[in-house]
């Protein structure tokens, strides 16, 4: 589909990483998308190469400095690039189906991976960076952060799935969490496999698939639960 990921990093020797293996990897040998990634450290003038500095107003950690940053993403992304530029962030926008698949729709993305205390703001701003977090807890470093969004990205590229419709049916695609999910042996420890999946009504296992998920969400997550009784969960 020639969807263009390019990672900035101080760590570049931790991609392709798993990206490299299983699904995504053979997305990647295939062409179906390109990684590439950039040293940010590369992009630093002085002699030591630094590229944070103490934060201004006093506080522990390092902040990354806006003017090399900024180089960094200039090397690697044009002012017309017409890719998203996302700085992985805790203080972001939550990463969720509906946004993976609006990034999937699109030509790439350019992910910036924080370290230390993060980014001069100056940066976010002056270079437009939407900040998306992956949860409401801290890593060290956003590499793991962009791993999981280009994960959830490539699977839905054009292609890098074998079947459509492991795609349309799983977990948020419909705003419900997924109906549970069997195969052999037929008895497992006393336990059977629900009579209805083996009957080979196509009509009934539909509907006995609809009513777990929806079951299953209503439990677990009333959030989603409230957003798909109202019709305003968005994704579809
Ligand atoms: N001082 C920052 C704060 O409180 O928001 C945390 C910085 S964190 C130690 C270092 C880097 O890890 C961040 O710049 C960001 O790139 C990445 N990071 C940490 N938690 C993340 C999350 N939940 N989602 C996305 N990126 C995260």
Redesign the pocket.
């Known amino acids: 589909s020639g969807f263009r990921a390019t990672v900035l990093t101080l760590y570049p020797e931790m991609f392709p990483g798993p990206l490299g293996l299983s699904l995504s990897g053979r997305a990647l040998d295939r062409g179906d998308w390109s990684l590439d990634v950039a040293n940010i450290r590369d992009a630093a003038t002085d002699r030591h190469r630094s590229v944070d500095d103490t934060p201004s107003g006093g506080g522990p950690g390092m902040v990354m400095r806006a003017d090399v940053v900024a180089r960094a993403i200039d090397t690697v992304s044009p002012a017309d690039d017409p890719r998203p530029r996302l700085y992985?962030?805790?203080?972001?926008r939550r990463l969720d189906q509906r946004l993976v698949r609006d990034l999937a729709a699109g030509p790439g993305v350019v992910i910036l991976?924080?370290?230390?205390?993060?980014?001069d703001e100056r940066v976010i701003e002056g270079r437009g960076l939407i900040e998306v977090?992956?949860?409401d807890?801290?890593?060290?470093?956003?590499e793991l952060?962009a791993q999981v969004t280009l994960d959830a990205v490539v699977r839905l590229l054009p292609g890098v799935m074998g079947k459509i419709e492991s795609g349309s049916e799983e977990s948020f695609e419909a705003g419900l969490l997924e109906y549970p999910q069997y195969t052999r042996p037929q008895v497992w420890e006393g336990r059977e496999i629900p009579e209805i999946l083996t009957s080979g009504d196509h009509g009934r296992i539909r509907a006995w698939r609809r009513a777990e998920a929806e079951r299953i969400t209503r439990e677990r997550r009333p959030d989603l639960w409230d957003a798909y009784r109202a019709g305003t969960d968005g994704t579809t």
């Open positions: 992985m962030s805790p203080r972001g991976c924080g370290r230390f205390e993060g980014l977090s992956i949860g807890y801290v890593l060290s470093g956003g952060a």
